[in-house]
């Protein structure tokens, strides 16, 4: 159950990095969407500390890895799970499906989970020929299936959203396979298959939204990004399902931000840190445009262009009597545009007024501070290489009502 951005956090889904990282090349990074190559040991280091916050904060803290190895823990749930995925990862060629399925056979279902998630590269698969003519012009790539390094972002391939989820459908073919381990984890783990879960949003739909662009802003408001990743049409339709079938939610603000790599969801620009307090990026405010969509009397969606300030409008609909937007690195045009691209503006909030952020933003950091915001603050050297901090690097599955 979450209906807020800064109830306290009471359980949380995470992703410790692996060897999908060590995977990534220069060549392979715009294929896997990064931007550089993180450096493993100690992107560890620093996701055990992110961790560590958590759990020392009284969090209960689940890993992306178990839950998914413990879904397939069902007779026969194993061998749909591994057809499903090799499926979609678009191994089609039967005597390579064959060949990989048999190798996975050896592990159990932990390590097969971490195997997926890691890529298995041709070399790793015992007498693999080039049968195909596909194969043959393609002898040269080092992958059967691709690595997942994008996975340590948990916020992405679903939210949690009041007392359901929104599975989501990825902008990308490289990370819509993500979101086959949150399908896997709501449809057949113990703890989940049960539980009667609605569902907002599928990820079999075509048009993309990413819960880097999903956020809650109180029990009756959400906030959903335009961007570069999330699609105006899945918007409305994730609109028209939750408020039609979550009595709680009525109205749906859009937020139309800049479709750029450095503003890739709205988390990246615009975070809730208190129940009046929010992080900005300065950039989008001049070129923000906002709608709102709300059900009519008879139940029919309706759309309408906001002509206030995000100020005035997080003031009317939060229903509070003032609201402060506090602008990444104070809006400086160095240091906000250099704090912006290691997520400056990206804070996981564990409480009201309590967030986790890069030590690495020390401007914005000190600005926060200033404003009366308790921060953990958490080294992020190689975690900040994959363009996310750390609420893209998590999934609250419970927050505490406020």
Known sequence: ?????????????????????????????????FDDIPYLEVARKEHDYFAGI???????????????????????????????????????DEYRREAVKSWLSKYNNKELIVNLMSGIKKT??????????????????????????????????????????????????TRNRETIFAEYI???????????????????????????????????????????????????????????SDQSFNRVLALQIPPRRAFMHLDTVFTMVDFDKFTIHA???????????????????????????????LKTYLGLESVELIRCAGGDLIDGGREQWNDGSNTLAIAPGEVVVYTRNYVTNRLLEEKGIKLHKMPSSELSRGRGGPRCMSMPLVREKI
């Open 124 to 173: 790793e698969i015992d007498n693999l020929v080039d049968r195909s003519l596909a194969d043959r012009v393609n002898t040269d790539y080092p992958f059967i299936l691709d690595p997942m390094p994008n996975l340590y972002f948990t916020r992405d391939p679903f939210a949690t959203i009041g007392n359901g989820i929104s599975l989501n459908h990825m902008k990308t073919e």
């Open 283 to 313: 950039e989008i405010e001049g070129p923000l445009v906002v709608y709102s969509l709300t059900l009519d009397g008879e139940g029919q969606l309706q759309i309408s262009k906001e002509k206030s300030t995000l100020s005035e409008l």
């Open 186 to 244: 709501f449809n057949f783990h113990p703890d989940y298959k049960d539980a009667d879960i609605p569902r907002w949003f599928s990820r079999y739909d075509k048009k993309s939204l990413e819960g880097g662009d999903q956020l809650v802003l109180s029990s009756e408001v959400l906030a959903l990004g335009i961007s570069q990743r999330t699609e105006p049409a899945a918007i409305e339709q994730f609109a028209s399902e939750i408020l039609r």
């Open 1 to 33: 159950m979450v209906k807020s951005e800064i109830g306290r956090l009471k359980k949380v889904l995470i992703h410790r990095p692996g060897l999908e990282i060590e995977r990534l090349t220069p060549d392979l990074l715009d294929r896997l969407l």
């Open 54 to 92: 958590l759990k020392d904060n009284g969090v209960e803290v689940e890993y992306l890895e178990d839950l998914t190895a413990e879904a397939i823990a069902e007779p026969g749930v194993r061998e749909k799970f591994i057809e499903q995925f090799l499926d979609e990862a678009g191994l089609l």
